[in-house]
């Protein structure tokens, strides 16, 4: 049996196919491309029994995913985190079933590391010696990581108003780091002049089409987690939507091979009011977003004011019958301080958004209290500290503390 039933890849918009042993990045349309698989044979030998003797990481998916040779595989043991039930948190929002898909203990720091690990693979399959993306700090940081362990040299450009711990990862690992005056939308600008000069390779969101299958695992991972269920719904907090389109084509990929039965879950894509492009187009019935002008949130991994792949994500959202609604900062800094006292989490900005966005589809009935939730948490909250303000007393040795 091969290691992966690897094909071709082709692109969603004009349906041009590509061979996937050379490099390929954008189609020659502009759309992002999709990598295929030859399920059919694929059916004929895999067996859920197969897996209980393989590794807790992502990798125990490799027939699924684009790395053709094992030698290739970089990994710092990412994948299968916990899917874990929120009792509490789901008690105080009207939820019977509510589970987190906890990313905040992956390498990295967050569910970056997804899309690293298998976009650098590939990459060092592909001969690839050198690349360069833009990123608002996560991307960057686990790119940076994982090439250095691949030994391919990384340039990164990030706006000086990221956090500076993922700054700190990327210049630990060796990365060429820039810092830019502006938006992720400006360090793209500058990657794209040096892509285009020194002919690098190109890692940003979707101009490679390998991320998007790292990040597909979540969605392989919760349906094994579910012992080959689905839920009813999953929320995601939505940035570039690679999570998203990822998760999308997991499950379609399974239910082609007969894994899954049920109807694919609605799928939501959770926003920060101070940047929520794809669901003012979701709200307006759109095919694709438009340019969000003065984004701003603390949620700074969703802050995304135009992505490549948004008519990708939006096809998600319609297609599952799934919806896109946008939270306020004030509001998911609220619920991430909920989680941690009713559930001991401490989530990241994006990941209590999309408990937020929960919560209030609860609220109007969007969600039953009998459906079956899963929420993404897409990072740790440790990654933030400057996010959570408390007034703290400062004793004398010989001062008695107060009880709360
Ligand atoms: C990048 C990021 C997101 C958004 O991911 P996309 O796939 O770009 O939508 C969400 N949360 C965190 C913590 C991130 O770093
Ligand atoms: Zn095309």
Partial sequence: MPFSYLTHLHCPKCEK???????????????PLLVDYDLQELKKHWRPSAFSGRPSTLWRYHELLPVTAPENVVTLGEGMTPLLPMNRLGMDMGIGRLWMKDEGIIPTGSFKARGAAVGVSKAKELGVQELAMPTNGNAGAAWALYAARAGIRASIVMPVGAPLITRN??????ANLNLVKGLISDAGKIVGQAVKEHGLYDASTLKEPYRIEGKKTMGLEIAEQLEWNVPDVILYPTGGGVGLIGIYKALRELAELGWIKDKLPRLVAVQSAGCAPIVKAWEERKPASEFWTDSSTVAFGINVPKALGDFLVLEAVYQTEGCAIAIEDAELLEEQRKIARLEGAFVCPEG?????ATRKLRENGWIKESETVVVLNTGSGIKYPETVHVEVPVLEPHDVMRRS
Avoid: M, N, T
């Fill in 17 to 31: 196919v590509y061979r996937p042993d050379e490099i390929q990045q954008l189609c020659v349309c502009g759309s």
């Fill in 169 to 174: 990862e990327c210049a630990v690992s060796g």
């Fill in 352 to 356: 209590a958004a999309a408990f937020s």
